[in-house]
């Protein structure tokens, strides 16, 4: 269901100053898989998520590397540009 409601929310991409601090909240779960969820629905966000790259960056050593993929591919997402100057894959 909340995976539902992340995608209607981002499809529409409705408040995103609204949105944004509640995915980035998920960067610091200490469940991988929720970790996963809010990068995942961040990057689909694209630029409006641009505040939760230095939340994303540090996602890049995490200790699991599902988590890890998904930062990485967030930030390619959010700002491409950047991401490539950063050495994201």
């Known amino acids: 269901m909340l995976g539902a409601a992340a995608s209607a929310l981002v499809q529409l991409h409705k408040a995103p100053e609204l949105v944004v601090p509640v995915f980035s909240e998920c960067l610091t779960s ?14 689909q966000l694209g630029a409006d998520a641009k505040v939760a790259i230095p939340l994303l960056l540090k996602l890049r050593t995490d200790a699991d590397p599902d988590v890890r993929e998904s930062a990485e591919r967030a930030l390619g ?13």
């Open 30 to 43: 200490p469940d991988a898989n929720t970790r996963v969820f809010g990068a995942s629905v961040l990057g």
């Open 77 to 89: 997402e959010i700002d491409p540009k950047a991401a490539a100057n950063d050495g994201v894959k």
